[in-house]
């Protein structure tokens, strides 16, 4: 990412006023910050994923950390490995601590966090924007019905005259505009 990149996220995070948790998520160098954590309590571990709760001594800030490692066939069986850290506050802390909430990810991690890539920063990510896709899923469907529909039509539009082609194929477009426009 470069430098200016970097800055029109962060005036972008700085903008938002309804997420105070992105407002803290800034783009970090990975190990410096990892440096400065202590793990709390190890969760669950595999030989690929890790979930623990870690906290920044320094500032107070609580994280749920997933790690994981995945091997990359298609580059020999290099590790890649990543990590995620979500922002929690201090009375989920016990509730993750005695099991009382779901970490796994990424069903429980609809809120914004630091994720790291193939290089050594740690950036942040808002999953909201994935999610409650489930009208535009709908809609895409509604979409593909309407031209199956018109395809069949037009099959079987080989006796019909040049007007009555333009008048279905006028209100298969506005079928279109018309799913496009719901809610």
């Given at each position: 990412m470069s430098e200016s990149t970097a800055f029109v996220i962060m005036g972008l995070i700085a903008n938002r006023k309804d997420d105070t948790i992105m407002d803290s998520l800034l783009p970090r160098d990975k190990d410096e910050f990892i440096?400065?954590?202590?793990?709390l309590k190890e969760l669950e571990?595999?030989?690929?994923?890790t979930y623990s709760i870690v906290k920044n001594p320094e500032t107070g800030e609580h994280y749920l950390r997933y790690f994981l490692s995945h091997i990359n066939l298609s580059e020999g069986g290099r590790r890649d490995d990543y990590d995620h850290f979500l922002p929690i506050d201090?009375?989920?802390v016990l509730g993750y601590m005695f099991g009382e909430q779901a970490y796994r990810f990424p069903e429980n991690w609809r809120s914004s966090y630091l994720r790291s890539?193939?290089?050594?920063?740690?950036?942040?990510f808002d999953p909201s924007e994935n999610y409650d896709l489930e009208e535009e899923a709908a809609?895409?469907?509604?979409?593909l019905e309407q031209l199956e529909q018109f395809k069949q039509q037009w099959a079987d539009s080989e006796n019909?005259?040049?007007?009555?082609?333009?008048k279905l194929t006028k209100e298969y477009f506005a079928a279109l505009e018309k799913i496009l426009k719901q809610p």
């Amino acid at each position: 990412m470069s430098e200016s990149t970097a800055f029109v996220i962060m005036g972008l995070i700085a903008n938002r006023k309804d997420d105070t948790i992105m407002d803290s998520l800034l783009p970090r160098d990975k190990d410096e910050f990892i440096s400065c954590l202590e793990t709390l309590k190890e969760l669950e571990k595999s030989e690929f994923e890790t979930y623990s709760i870690v906290k920044n001594p320094e500032t107070g800030e609580h994280y749920l950390r997933y790690f994981l490692s995945h091997i990359n066939l298609s580059e020999g069986g290099r590790r890649d490995d990543y990590d995620h850290f979500l922002p929690i506050d201090s009375d989920d802390v016990l509730g993750y601590m005695f099991g009382e909430q779901a970490y796994r990810f990424p069903e429980n991690w609809r809120s914004s966090y630091l994720r790291s890539g193939n290089d050594n920063r740690l950036i942040p990510f808002d999953p909201s924007e994935n999610y409650d896709l489930e009208e535009e899923a709908a809609a895409e469907l509604a979409m593909l019905e309407q031209l199956e529909q018109f395809k069949q039509q037009w099959a079987d539009s080989e006796n019909l005259s040049a007007e009555e082609r333009e008048k279905l194929t006028k209100e298969y477009f506005a079928a279109l505009e018309k799913i496009l426009k719901q809610p």
